[in-house]
């Protein structure tokens, strides 16, 4: 069911992609009595894949279909899991409609690509049923008016391990995918996460965010500001993807708050703080401590050191905050990014370094 990359990994579905394809099964099921297994469709690139049916069911005004996602490679929390349709007769005139069944969440906030109180079943996927939806009709001769209820049987448990609580989500997963292609390791969905975190917090007016590389960093800057939780995202290595969505969806402030090794990175340049994508330069560290005053020894010694969080120690030890200079050259990397003709020039913009504990070990304004 699943192809194989060019790169040897194997690329997977998206929830929307199996959600369409149980959609159609039942839908043909409820109309005929019988289920396609497997069931083909055809998604929005021209790839025409088939699924297995994990699960079929029929009543007196119900057929349902369910389909096992496979992500490939990626590691997605929604791998292995059961994603169902269940398909029922629609109001005359009311074409396809869509409702939340288990394990499926609500919208409860603004910002997001839905309206509040709608199923989280988002607007591609949606688009996607509803044209499969729209064939089979034509095909079978039904009106096509049709309730589709999708439902994740354990999605409300698979949902606290996603970013759905802080993009007031509530009550289970959402149903995604553009393409209804998973491609391993290809971030789009986490910066994808990162830009709907930046559109709730705007559209429910918070003036101030904060964009964290990890737990312990996140944490910290809510703690050192008092920031809601809605107000927090999580961006990880994809420091270019949070700021280039900025730049044309401002707010009036942002802290970016990270480890000394990652925003060391972003200081250098890099929008991609990942270790396989970007490296420290301890050159460019050692630089830095003789910028903040350290003598030929500690220079040397920071060149020298055996990771990033070493070189913080020597000079921390030695009275040096070589965390000021990381936050002060992260903060010229980011405003770089932001001030452009888009609007986000016009944000105020500040840098916080954390180390392993938590403590604040640099400040851009320092």
Not at 63 to 72: E, H
Not at 103 to 120: D, I, K
Not at 304 to 331: I, K, M, P, S, W
Request: proline share 4%.
């Amino acid at each position: 069911m699943t192809e194989q990359s060019s790169n040897s990994l194997r690329r997977g579905w998206t929830t929307g992609a199996c959600a369409m394809a149980a959609a159609k099964a039942a839908y043909t099921a409820f109309l005929t009595g019988i289920f396609p297994d497997p069931v083909g469709i055809a998604l929005p690139k021209g790839e025409k894949p088939f699924f297995p049916l994990a699960l079929e069911g029929k009543g007196k005004d119900y057929a349902q279909a369910g389909i096992v996602k496979d992500a490939g490679d990626d590691p997605d929390v929604t791998h292995g899991a059961m994603i169902v349709a269940t398909v029922r007769e629609g109001g005359a005139g009311t074409g396809v409609t869509f409702h939340a069944g288990e394990g499926v969440g609500r919208v409860t906030l603004p910002g997001l690509p839905l309206c509040v109180g709608e199923p989280a079943i988002n607007p591609k996927p949606r688009e996607m049923i509803a044209q499969t939806m729209s064939e089979v009709a034509a095909e079978l001769g039904h009106s096509g008016d049709v309730s589709v209820e999708i439902s994740v049987p354990g999605g409300v448990e698979l949902a606290e391990k996603t970013w759905n609580g802080r993009l007031g989500i509530v009550g289970g997963l959402s149903i995604l995918g553009t393409t209804g292609i998973v491609r391993p390791f290809s971030c789009s969905a986490w910066i994808h996460s990162i830009h709907r975190g930046i559109d709730v917090a705007r559209a429910n007016g918070f003036d101030h965010i904060a964009g964290a590389t990890g737990k312990t960093s996140e944490a910290a800057v809510q703690a050192a500001f008092g920031l809601s939780e809605y107000a927090l995202i999580d961006m990880g290595d994809f420091a270019g993807g949070m700021l280039k969505y900025l730049r044309s969806h401002p707010v009036p402030r942002l802290t970016i708050a990270g480890g000394f090794a990652k925003l060391s990175k972003l200081g250098q340049g890099f929008l991609d703080l990942h270790s396989g994508r970007s490296q420290v330069d301890f050159d460019w560290l050692a630089e830095g401590a003789g910028i903040v005053g350290a003598d030929s020894a500690l220079v040397a010694a920071v060149r020298n050191a055996n990771t990033a969080n070493h070189a913080l120690e020597l000079t921390r030890q030695a009275g040096f905050r070589l965390g000021d200079y990381v936050a002060q050259r992260a903060l010229v990397t980011a405003r770089g990014v932001v001030d452009g003709v888009d609007g986000g020039g016009a944000m105020e913009l500040d840098v916080l370094v954390f180390d392993r504990n938590g403590e604040r070990t640099g400040a851009s304004g320092a």
